[in-house]
Protein backbone atom coordinates (compact mmCIF):
# COMPACT_ATOMS: atom_id res chain seq x y z
CA UNK A 1 0.00 0.00 0.00
CA UNK A 2 1.56 3.16 -0.70
CA UNK A 3 -1.44 5.85 -0.87
CA UNK A 4 -4.11 6.25 2.06
CA UNK A 5 -7.74 4.92 0.68
CA UNK A 6 -9.13 7.54 3.15
CA UNK A 7 -7.49 10.80 1.78
CA UNK A 8 -5.04 9.83 -0.48
CA UNK A 9 -1.95 11.34 1.29
CA UNK A 10 0.87 8.69 1.17
CA UNK A 11 1.43 6.20 4.27
CA UNK A 12 4.12 5.13 5.88
CA UNK A 13 4.60 1.88 7.69
CA UNK A 14 4.96 1.39 11.33
CA UNK A 15 3.74 0.39 15.11
CA UNK A 16 1.08 2.11 15.93
CA UNK A 17 1.15 3.12 20.05
CA UNK A 18 -0.71 -0.04 21.86
CA UNK A 19 -0.12 -1.93 19.11
CA UNK A 20 2.32 -4.81 18.39
CA UNK A 21 2.69 -5.30 14.50
CA UNK A 22 3.84 -2.24 11.73
CA UNK A 23 1.07 -0.96 9.51
CA UNK A 24 0.35 1.43 6.86
CA UNK A 25 -0.47 4.84 8.69
CA UNK A 26 -1.39 8.06 7.17
CA UNK A 27 -0.20 10.77 9.26
CA UNK A 28 -2.51 13.13 7.16
CA UNK A 29 -5.43 11.86 8.65
CA UNK A 30 -5.09 9.25 11.04
CA UNK A 31 -6.23 6.48 9.20
CA UNK A 32 -5.04 3.01 10.26
CA UNK A 33 -5.25 0.51 7.65
CA UNK A 34 -5.35 -3.25 8.82
CA UNK A 35 -4.44 -5.90 6.56
CA UNK A 36 -6.48 -8.91 7.91
CA UNK A 37 -6.15 -12.70 6.52
CA UNK A 38 -8.48 -13.55 3.65
CA UNK A 39 -11.53 -16.40 3.50
CA UNK A 40 -11.41 -19.07 1.13
CA UNK A 41 -14.91 -21.23 1.70
CA UNK A 42 -16.43 -23.74 -0.50
CA UNK A 43 -17.62 -27.56 0.09
CA UNK A 44 -17.26 -31.19 -0.90
CA UNK A 45 -20.57 -32.06 -3.34
CA UNK A 46 -21.90 -35.67 -2.85
CA UNK A 47 -23.84 -37.58 -4.95
CA UNK A 48 -24.27 -41.20 -4.48
CA UNK A 49 -21.04 -41.93 -2.99
CA UNK A 50 -19.35 -39.67 -5.39
CA UNK A 51 -17.76 -35.92 -4.97
CA UNK A 52 -17.89 -32.67 -7.63
CA UNK A 53 -14.19 -31.77 -8.31
CA UNK A 54 -13.29 -28.62 -10.62
CA UNK A 55 -10.38 -28.44 -12.98
CA UNK A 56 -9.06 -24.89 -12.48
CA UNK A 57 -9.29 -22.58 -15.63
CA UNK A 58 -7.45 -19.45 -13.74
CA UNK A 59 -4.55 -19.40 -11.80
CA UNK A 60 -2.97 -20.08 -9.69
CA UNK A 61 -2.88 -24.09 -10.07
CA UNK A 62 -4.55 -23.92 -13.83
CA UNK A 63 -5.35 -27.30 -15.26
CA UNK A 64 -5.75 -28.58 -11.39
CA UNK A 65 -8.94 -30.28 -9.67
CA UNK A 66 -10.21 -28.98 -6.48
CA UNK A 67 -13.28 -28.37 -4.82
CA UNK A 68 -15.57 -25.36 -5.47
CA UNK A 69 -14.30 -22.90 -3.26
CA UNK A 70 -13.64 -19.25 -3.48
CA UNK A 71 -13.05 -15.78 -1.97
CA UNK A 72 -15.83 -14.68 0.26
CA UNK A 73 -17.32 -11.46 -0.50
CA UNK A 74 -17.71 -8.46 2.45
CA UNK A 75 -21.46 -8.71 3.58
CA UNK A 76 -21.35 -13.07 2.87
CA UNK A 77 -22.05 -15.44 5.29
CA UNK A 78 -19.82 -18.74 5.30
CA UNK A 79 -22.68 -20.84 3.96
CA UNK A 80 -23.73 -18.23 1.24
CA UNK A 81 -19.83 -17.93 0.00
CA UNK A 82 -19.67 -21.43 -0.33
CA UNK A 83 -22.90 -22.50 -2.29
CA UNK A 84 -22.05 -19.06 -4.42
CA UNK A 85 -18.81 -20.76 -4.95
CA UNK A 86 -20.81 -23.88 -5.86
CA UNK A 87 -23.18 -22.35 -8.17
CA UNK A 88 -19.97 -19.95 -9.79
CA UNK A 89 -17.90 -22.75 -10.58
CA UNK A 90 -19.61 -26.01 -10.83
CA UNK A 91 -23.54 -24.42 -11.77
CA UNK A 92 -24.17 -26.74 -8.79
CA UNK A 93 -26.94 -26.39 -6.69
CA UNK A 94 -25.74 -28.08 -2.61
CA UNK A 95 -27.22 -28.30 -0.05
CA UNK A 96 -24.37 -27.94 3.29
CA UNK A 97 -24.68 -30.59 5.81
CA UNK A 98 -22.01 -29.35 8.33
CA UNK A 99 -18.52 -27.82 8.49
CA UNK A 100 -15.64 -30.16 7.39
CA UNK A 101 -12.39 -28.22 7.76
CA UNK A 102 -10.06 -25.39 8.76
CA UNK A 103 -7.25 -24.85 7.13
CA UNK A 104 -4.90 -22.13 8.21
CA UNK A 105 -2.27 -21.19 5.52
CA UNK A 106 -0.83 -18.08 7.34
CA UNK A 107 2.22 -17.57 4.67
CA UNK A 108 -0.28 -16.51 2.55
CA UNK A 109 -2.63 -14.47 4.89
CA UNK A 110 -5.79 -17.47 4.05
CA UNK A 111 -8.12 -19.34 6.03
CA UNK A 112 -10.01 -22.08 3.95
CA UNK A 113 -13.12 -23.51 5.62
CA UNK A 114 -14.97 -26.14 3.79
CA UNK A 115 -18.50 -27.65 4.33
CA UNK A 116 -19.27 -31.10 4.12
CA UNK A 117 -23.00 -31.08 1.05
CA UNK A 118 -24.68 -32.59 -1.25
CA UNK A 119 -26.04 -31.66 -4.28
CA UNK A 120 -29.50 -31.35 -4.55
CA UNK A 121 -29.90 -32.68 -7.95
CA UNK A 122 -27.46 -34.71 -10.75
CA UNK A 123 -26.75 -31.28 -12.51
CA UNK A 124 -23.34 -29.44 -12.83
CA UNK A 125 -21.94 -27.89 -15.57
CA UNK A 126 -18.50 -25.50 -15.90
CA UNK A 127 -18.52 -21.91 -14.88
CA UNK A 128 -16.24 -19.35 -15.68
CA UNK A 129 -13.36 -20.61 -14.10
CA UNK A 130 -13.77 -23.69 -14.69
CA UNK A 131 -12.20 -26.14 -17.58
CA UNK A 132 -13.88 -29.80 -16.62
CA UNK A 133 -16.44 -30.31 -13.66
CA UNK A 134 -17.04 -34.51 -12.52
CA UNK A 135 -18.05 -36.65 -10.11
CA UNK A 136 -15.16 -38.96 -8.54
CA UNK A 137 -15.51 -42.05 -6.44
CA UNK A 138 -12.54 -42.06 -3.91
CA UNK A 139 -10.52 -44.90 -5.84
CA UNK A 140 -10.68 -42.04 -8.99
CA UNK A 141 -9.61 -39.22 -6.98
CA UNK A 142 -6.95 -37.48 -9.18
CA UNK A 143 -4.64 -36.96 -6.46
CA UNK A 144 -1.64 -36.15 -8.32
CA UNK A 145 -3.48 -33.45 -9.72
CA UNK A 146 -5.05 -31.47 -6.71
CA UNK A 147 -4.76 -28.22 -6.89
CA UNK A 148 -4.04 -27.27 -3.26
CA UNK A 149 -2.75 -28.98 -0.05
CA UNK A 150 -6.05 -27.72 1.71
CA UNK A 151 -8.15 -29.35 -0.76
CA UNK A 152 -6.07 -32.61 -0.39
CA UNK A 153 -6.63 -32.05 3.05
CA UNK A 154 -10.07 -31.53 2.81
CA UNK A 155 -10.68 -34.79 0.71
CA UNK A 156 -8.68 -36.94 2.93
CA UNK A 157 -10.29 -35.77 6.13
CA UNK A 158 -13.83 -36.39 4.16
CA UNK A 159 -13.07 -39.89 3.03
CA UNK A 160 -11.50 -40.96 5.89
CA UNK A 161 -15.19 -39.94 8.08
CA UNK A 162 -16.95 -41.53 5.63
CA UNK A 163 -15.26 -44.99 6.20
CA UNK A 164 -15.87 -44.24 9.91
CA UNK A 165 -19.35 -43.56 9.52
CA UNK A 166 -18.82 -40.69 11.88
CA UNK A 167 -18.31 -36.96 11.10
CA UNK A 168 -16.16 -34.44 12.72
CA UNK A 169 -14.63 -30.93 12.22
CA UNK A 170 -10.52 -30.83 11.65
CA UNK A 171 -8.34 -27.83 12.07
CA UNK A 172 -4.85 -28.32 10.73
CA UNK A 173 -2.34 -25.18 9.87
CA UNK A 174 -0.21 -25.10 6.08
CA UNK A 175 3.06 -23.74 6.69
CA UNK A 176 5.47 -24.10 3.18
CA UNK A 177 3.52 -26.95 2.20
CA UNK A 178 3.68 -29.04 5.39
CA UNK A 179 0.92 -29.40 8.44
CA UNK A 180 1.62 -28.71 11.87
Known amino acids: M ?12 KTPPGDHLPRHICEHCGTIHYQNPKLVVGCVPEWQGNVLLCRRAIEPRAGFWTLPAGFMENGETLEQAALREAQEEALAEVELLAPLASVNVPDINQVHFMFRGRLRHEQYGVGAETLEVNLFSED ?3 WKDIAFPSVRYTLECFFADRHRGQYQFHITTWRKSVAV
Open 2 to 13: KYCAQCGYEVVV
Open 140 to 142: LIP
